[in-house]
């Protein structure tokens, strides 16, 4: 079992910044990549961002690219999400993503709200 803990969002002016953290705990050897997905109101869940688990490689929605940036500190066993320039299209409900080697094994954080105002 992993377990995923978000914190971080907020409420936030448009072109401000907010820095989100989700820490993992439990059986993190099983976790093979960590990432941050968003849901918006009446929105489909979409992937934000994604780092590897030795942080060498990272991937973004083209839509964040530039504004956002995923790390991870291994020592900590947390994945942060930098958000600058934020525009009001950014809000939603952000979560955290643990993909494991076990197949069909997969963990999501609770979620963390980030609203963005105009």
């Known amino acids: 079992q992993v377990q995923l803990v978000e914190s971080g969002g907020g409420l936030v002016q448009a072109g401000g910044s907010l820095r989100l953290s989700c820490a993992a705990s439990g059986s993190i050897f099983t976790i093979k990549a960590m990432g941050w997905y968003r849901q918006a109101p009446g929105k489909q869940r979409e992937l934000v ?38 525009k009001p299209e950014d809000t939603a409900v952000y979560y955290c993503y643990a ?20």
């Open 99 to 118: 993909p494991t080697w076990r197949v069909g094994d997969d963990y999501w954080g609770q979620g963390t709200q980030v609203t963005v105002s105009s």
């Open 49 to 86: 961002a994604v780092i590897t688990r030795g942080g060498t490689s990272t991937n973004y929605a083209d839509s964040v690219k530039g504004r956002f940036t995923i790390s991870r500190d291994n020592a900590k066993n947390t994945v942060y999400l930098q958000m600058n320039s934020l």
